[in-house]
């Protein structure tokens, strides 16, 4: 909830924990609501934030008593997510998760703004309630039809990528597990790096090299437990590039203490499983083991190997192991096949051994007499494509196998 309240700019001078059942006045006890109120003075606290989601009628109460605005973590999460934001896709799916919950909590909040302005609570005075209610309904059409013309755009890029050939990998993880220093480690890219949590909010793709197997390899919004259903439902089009890849990198903080990183590697797969993405194969890379002893790093692998599947422990800030993760991932890229073949020479044949080199892994083009001998590697359902090509231009076959690893 801390390091929630600090990647929202947000500095934290004092905290209060309670456990009993909840009140629903002020979802904490009567007296605690008074200690609260005399740490906001004692501090000069301008904001309260509850770990616990709030009804508009709590939030109402509490800011009476205390005299600061009170939000929750869903809030919370969406003013973080708000000064993430750097896309329109990604700016109008908050403004959507956002306005969902308006759209429950509207008549509440129209009746509690007509008792008084209280902090959190302005502003919504003059709307009669079903007006209100109405407005909000028609921006989520808006937005909802906005969205739906990028998901479209977003359908034929990735049909476009499956026109090529290419197979996929999907970065996931907690936030802030360093997915997006891996993704530049292994372009070469420089998307936005942070120590803070939810620095990604939209996917970036990018062509990568498996020691001759071109792959793509795609940067994702990153998980957190207890995040809102209506902020999974937002997302769910950039969890999408997930549901299509070939093959999962899950990315996973190892500094971290042992019981934090077993929480967020079962709510990682969680995740995986409730997006439709259970059936991919998974690679685990342990990231940031520059923090860590050789036999810290070991021992942690040793306490997490039946929960994490096909472990690499690596360094993306300092390169440690890429070598070896770059293997891993082309090893569970199982799904190639290797074509050799020969073809006439002429222009038309140049122009299609430079269209393989631009859209398969070609490892071998030989030159003699008037033909050209090419050995390449695809997907089987791409090769049989090229194959197709290679009899309009008069080639023969030499063998079709599948690589040893």
């Not at 003013?79 to 750097?86: Q, T």
């Not at 030159?367 to 001998?373: D, T």
Request: aromatic fraction near 8%.
């Amino acid at each position: 909830m801390e390091s929630l309240a600090e990647s929202a700019g947000y500095t934290v001078v004092g905290k209060i924990e309670q456990i009993r059942k909840a009140d629903p006045k002020y979802q904490i006890g009567r007296g605690k609501v008074r200690e609260l109120a005399k740490l906001v003075e004692e501090t000069g606290a301008e904001k309260i934030i509850f770990d616990n989601f709030l009804k508009p009628v709590q939030a109402y109460n509490l800011a009476k008593e205390t005299g600061v605005e009170v939000i929750d973590r869903f809030q919370l999460i969406l003013e973080i997510f708000a000064r993430r934001a750097s896309t329109t896709e990604a700016k109008l799916q908050i403004e959507l998760a956002r306005l969902k919950r308006e759209l429950t909590r509207a008549k509440e909040k129209v009746r509690l703004a007509k008792m008084g302005e209280q902090p959190g609570f302005m502003g919504l005075g003059a709307y009669e309630v079903d007006v209100y209610y109405e407005t909000i309904k028609r921006h989520i059409h808006t937005i909802q039809r906005k969205l739906k013309k990028i998901r479209e755009k977003r359908k034929l890029h990735r049909r476009r990528r499956i026109e090529l050939g290419f197979s996929s990998i999907s970065l996931a993880g907690y936030t802030n597990a360093g997915k997006s220093s891996l993704f530049n480690a292994l372009t070469r890219e420089q998307v936005p790096v942070d120590n803070a949590l939810f620095t990604t909010l939209s996917t970036t793709t990018r062509l990568i090299n498996l020691y001759g197997r071109k792959v793509l390899l795609t940067d994702t919004v990153g998980f957190i437990d207890r995040l809102p259903i209506t902020l999974i439902e937002a997302f769910h089009s950039t969890l999408e590039e997930t549901i299509f890849s070939d093959l999962i990198l899950l990315v996973v903080d190892i500094s971290e203490p042992l019981t934090d990183i077993e929480r967020k590697i079962s709510y990682s797969l969680d995740t995986i499983h409730k997006i439709g993405a259970s059936g991919i194969p998974i690679v685990t890379a342990f990231n940031k083991i520059d923090k860590l002893s050789k036999k810290e790093v070991e021992h942690k692998i040793e306490s997490l190997k039946e929960l994490a599947p096909n472990p690499v422990p690596i360094s993306a800030l300092y390169g440690i192991n890429l070598d070896i993760l770059k293997y891993e991932l082309r090893r569970q890229l199982k799904n190639y096949v290797q074509v050799s073949f020969s073809v006439p020479m002429n222009s038309e044949t140049m122009s299609f051994i430079s269209w393989l080199y631009n859209n398969t892994n070609v490892h071998v083009v030989k030159y003699e007499g008037n033909y050209a001998h090419v050995v390449f590697e695809a997907v089987p359902w791409f090769a049989d494509k090229i194959c197709g090509q290679v009899k309009k231009l008069n080639g023969t076959f030499e063998k079709v196998v599948v690589p040893a690893e």
